[in-house]
C-alpha cells in the first residue's frame, strides 16, 4: 500500500524552486525517506540513480581522491552507476551520514550545475566531527517525520471532505456532531497504539493484527539501540540507559526527565552528551523548562530542566506495559498517568516545526505545553482522564498572566466547548495547530 505523505509536496517545491540547491532529508531510521525519494525521483526525472552507502560501501571509494564534480562522476560511472544526463538526472545520496567525503563534495557537485542531488540519512547530527568541510550554502535541509495524525487518517481511507469539516469546527470552536467525534476518537486510540512508523502502518491498515504490529515495532526498536550499539561509541552504555528510561520517566506524574531516577548521583555532564546523542539521532525529543510565559520563550528556558518524549507513540507503547494495547484500544487512554497522550501531543507539534517547552515555577504550578502562537503565548493542559475541567495551574495563569496569553486550550477525549477563556478541544485536533 502506498502512503500519502505531506512531505512529497516539499520535495516538489524544492525541485521547483530552482535554487539549484542540494536537499538534504533528515529523520530517524525507518520514517520513510528513502521510499519517498524513490517516489518522487521517479515522477519526475528520466534519470533517477540511487547510492546507498551503507549497502553498498564500495561507493565511497568515488569520493575517497579528489573531490571535483568531474572526478566524482567518472568514478561513480566507472561503479556501473548512470546514466548521468544533464538537466535530467537526479542523483539520490542515501545513508549519506557513512560517506562523510561526499557530504562534503555537495559543494562541488553543486557549483558544477549538471545535475540534482538529494541527501537523505538517519544520523547526520552523529558523525558531524568526520565531515571536513559543510556545503554551507549549497544544502536546503528539510526533517521528515513518522505519518502524523492526519497522514495516518488518510491511510485509514478518511476522506479529505471529513477532514475539513473538523479543521471547520476547530477554527469556529462548534461541537462535533457526536458519531464524528466518536469515530475520530476510535481512530485516535488506533494511533496511539500503531503509531506513525510506515512500516507499522501498513501492516495495520492491510492486516489490522496487532500482535504483527507489535513485532514489527520490535524490530525497529532493536535497531535503534543495535545503532547506539554501534555509533555512539563512548556515550552506547549511557545512551542505552536513558533510552530505556524514557518510558518509565514520562509514566510519573509531571513526566520530567530525571537523571537520579537512572544511576544514584547522576550528573548532568556525565549524561549530557549521550542524551544529545539519542535527540540527534531523532530517537527522541527535548521538552525544556522555562519559568516565564514572556515571548521570546527561548531566553527563559532552563537546559538543565527537561522532559524527553520518544518520536513516536506506537514505540513508546510497546516499550510499556505487555496489554497496554487492550486498553487503549478499549478507551484506557489515561493509562500510565497519560504518557501516551501527552507523547501525542509533543510528536504532533514537533511535526508542525514548534518548539516544545513546558512551564514550571518552583514546582508549584506547571503547564503541559507552552508555544508562540501569534506573538501571544499559548498554553495546552493535556488531560487524558474525565476530569479534564480541573486545572489549577491553567487557571492561575490566565489570572495572573492574561495579557501575556494567546489560547488557553485544554485537549481531552471529550468534545469541543468553551468555557470563559479556555477552548477544551479533543486530542486529535492537536493535528490543526
Known sequence: MELKRKVFDRLVEWKNSGTGKALLLKGARQVGKTTIVRK???QFYPHFIEIN???TPIAKQAFAGNLDAKSIIINLSAMGYGPFEKGKTLIFFDEIQSCPHAR????????EGSFDYIESGSLLGINYGEVSSFPVGYEQQLDMYPLDFEEFLWASGVSTDVI??????????????DFLHEQMMLHFRKYLIVGGMPEVVNCFILDGDINKVKQIQTNILGGYRNDIAKYAGKDKILAKKVFDSIPEQLCKKDKRFVLA???KGASQRKYNDATFWLVDAGICYFSYNVNSLELPLSFSEKRNLYKLFMLDTGLLCNLSLPSIQFEVLNGSIGIN???LTENFVASEMIKREKSLYYFDKKSKQELDFIFTDQNKTSIIEVKSGKEYKRHASLNTAIANHGNLIGRAM????FNIEQENSIIYYPLYMTMFL
Not at 562534503?104 to 557549483?111: G, N
Not at 469539516?165 to 456532531?177: D, G, S, T
Not at 485544554?410 to 477525549?413: A, E, I
Open 40 to 42: 518522487f525521483g521517479k
Open 261 to 263: 531516577d537512572i544511576e
Open 337 to 339: 498517568e497519560g504518557a
Open 164 to 177: 475539513d469539516q473538523l479543521k471547520y469546527a476547530y477554527e469556529k470552536i462548534q461541537r462535533i456532531p
Open 104 to 111: 562534503t563534495a555537495i559543494k562541488f557537485l553543486v557549483e
Open 410 to 413: 485544554v485537549l481531552s477525549q
Open 53 to 55: 552507502f551503507e549497502q
